[in-house]
């Protein structure tokens, strides 16, 4: 599995945080190109009538988020990985009386 390592920045346009960190808005996507390119990618979004912004940039070994210029991640994608790759064995596994407990 290829992982990418970025830095985000985002506005919050005044959404909640967790709007703008987790909302699935319909019809978006990321894509990654070499900075020479992006002027191009731009005017052929616009003539198709497409938004395309910069999010940021791809950077080593790292995913930092930021949300109106405050950091609001910064980890490891190795880190990152194994939370997500074990996150519904540990789900699976939690026992009934802790989960009652939060």
């Known amino acids: 599995m290829l992982f990418r390592s970025a830095r985000v920045e985002l506005p919050s346009n005044g959404l909640p945080a967790e709007f703008v960190l987790f909302g699935e808005d319909a019809s978006r996507i990321v894509l990654s190109c070499d900075p020479a ?44 990985v194994a939370v997500y790759e074990s996150a519904l064995e540990i789900a699976l596994c939690a026992e009934p009386q802790l989960l009652a407990a939060d």
Do not use: M
């Open 37 to 80: 390119n992006v002027s191009r990618i731009k005017q052929v979004a616009e003539e198709h009538g497409i938004a395309a912004d910069v999010l940021g940039a791809t950077i080593p070994e790292r995913l930092e988020i930021s949300l109106d210029g405050r950091l609001v991640l910064s980890a490891p994608v190795s880190e990152l």
